[in-house]
């Protein structure tokens, strides 16, 4: 048997045409949508995402203002800037990548706290995780968390009555996510680096979701054949010596947690290990402009449920 490939591609394109929508009305009322992006270092993740914003956000008419500071920038400057652009009018959205050096984690509390609820697309702030909790729509959610559960609906998926482990318990994942899912009255198992028996929860689960950022953690055998697989992870294949896997160009090769025969086993999936559909990378910048969207039409007291 094999699987079903979902295509996060697909599901983001669906996203960014509503987006791009949208944009063109808001700018035809004089709003221009912009977000402001903030990078500390030459971090080569933190690099490529901004890219990858840039050139996703020209697509949707949304504008971008990056903002680069040096790895020993101080806190109080850092900050400054936050709020600066916090209280610019023309900014709708503001993103800070991670990750931050030693003396900002230091005040990780401040920065999100820096950041207005209307702006910030990514749910840094807490005051978004809360208003998820209780269900208010005029909050934002995490955009990786969310993802799964646009790929969920794109896909015609009823998780009502359903068994989910989630493989990540942290606060932009794993947490979220299982709140949407319960809200959708599943029922959720968070998992993680303690848990005791990973594959006893994930043999008899109707969904698994994993986002642990290490290839081959999900197998064929910790699976069953009617399972639906969500892998959200970034890894890099390596060998039963743990040795990196190299492509025909001598690269490494860009995997999810799933191994490769993961697809061959199961009912649907979608991973960023070759063959298995991409993995939901590109709904999560697609998230972050429909964010930005929202953001415009919260400050400007157009946003309608």
Request: proline share 5%; hydrophobic share 40%.
């Amino acid at each position: 048997m094999s699987a079903k490939i979902f295509s996060g591609k697909e599901v983001s394109e669906a996203i960014l045409a509503k987006v791009l929508e949208d944009s063109n009305e808001l700018i035809a009322k004089g709003i221009q949508p912009k977000i402001a992006t903030f990078r500390v270092g030459d971090d080569p993740g933190s690099m490529s995402y901004e890219a990858s914003i840039i050139k996703r956000m020209a697509k949707s008419n949304i504008e971008v203002e990056t903002l680069g500071f040096a790895l020993d920038v101080q806190p109080d400057e850092f900050l400054a800037k936050i709020r600066e652009k916090n209280e610019d009018k023309n900014i709708h959205g503001i993103l800070i990548f991670k990750p931050l050096p030693a003396q900002l984690e230091a005040i990780d509390e401040q920065i999100k706290y820096a950041i207005s609820p209307e702006k910030d697309p990514d749910a840094m702030n807490p005051t978004n995780l809360g208003k998820m909790v209780i269900g208010d729509k005029r909050g934002f959610y995490p955009c990786t968390a969310e993802g799964v559960m646009e790929l969920i609906d794109y896909y015609g998926i009823d998780v009502k009555g359903l068994d989910v482990t989630i493989i990540n318990n942290s606060n932009v994942f794993g947490k979220p996510l299982a709140m949407m899912l319960t809200d959708r009255f599943a029922t959720v198992s968070i998992t993680h680096i303690f848990t005791k028996d990973v594959p006893s929860y994930t043999i008899d689960s109707d969904i698994v979701i994993t986002g642990a950022g290490l290839y081959g953690l999900v197998r064929p055998e910790q699976l069953s054949e009617k399972a639906i697989v969500i892998d959200v992870a970034m890894a890099q294949m390596k060998d039963e010596n743990r040795q990196f896997v190299l492509d025909e160009n001598g690269k490494k090769i860009r995997t999810g947690d799933c191994h490769v025969d993961v697809k061959e086993k199961v009912a649907a999936i979608t991973s960023a290990t070759p063959g298995c559909g991409g993995g939901t990378g590109p709904i999560t910048t697609a998230l972050l402009a429909k964010h930005i969207i929202k953001g415009v039409k919260l400050q400007n007291g157009l946003y309608e449920e």
